[in-house]
Nanobody, 123 residues
Framework: VQLQAFGGGLVQAGGSLRLSCAASGRTSSSYAMGWFRQAPGKEREFVAG????????NYADSVKGRFTISRDNAKNTIYLQMNSLKPEDTAVYYC?????????????????WGQGTLVTVSS
């Protein structure tokens, strides 16, 4: 499975961005997918996850109500709509695939990773 994430950039606090992650290769409708982020000097953390076929979602408390994960199965693509961005959202955002049907929040469970896209939120 190959993943390509894009859509990052520089935005002012309170602004919005939408990230996309296109999957190719041996994808499966039984796989869950997630977005993670890693700020300088910090551990990689779970942001949001979605089941590929069922549409169930899960969010980190820090982004609930501001971020929305969605998918387009026809395009093998997931999205992360990020609204009301804060400077503390600044990080490299990664998409990842878990060869499992339910959403898990630990990065160690994810088997495939995209290259990351940088999101910078200025105050």
């Amino acid at each position: 499975v190959q993943l390509q994430a894009f859509g990052g950039g520089l935005v002012q606090a309170g602004g919005s961005l939408r990230l996309s992650c296109a999957a190719s290769g041996r994808t499966s409708s039984s796989y869950a997918m997630g977005w993670f982020r890693q700020a300088p000097g910090k551990e990689r953390e779970f942001v949001a996850g979605i089941t590929w076929s069922g549409g169930s979602t899960n969010y980190a408390d820090s982004v609930k109500g501001r971020f929305t994960i969605s998918r387009d199965n026809a395009k093998n693509t997931i999205y992360l709509q990020m609204n009301s961005l804060k400077p503390e959202d600044t990080a490299v955002y990664y998409c990842a695939v878990d060869r499992n049907s339910y959403i898990r929040v630990g990065a160690r469970y994810y088997d495939y990773w995209g290259q990351g896209t940088l999101v910078t939120v200025s105050s």
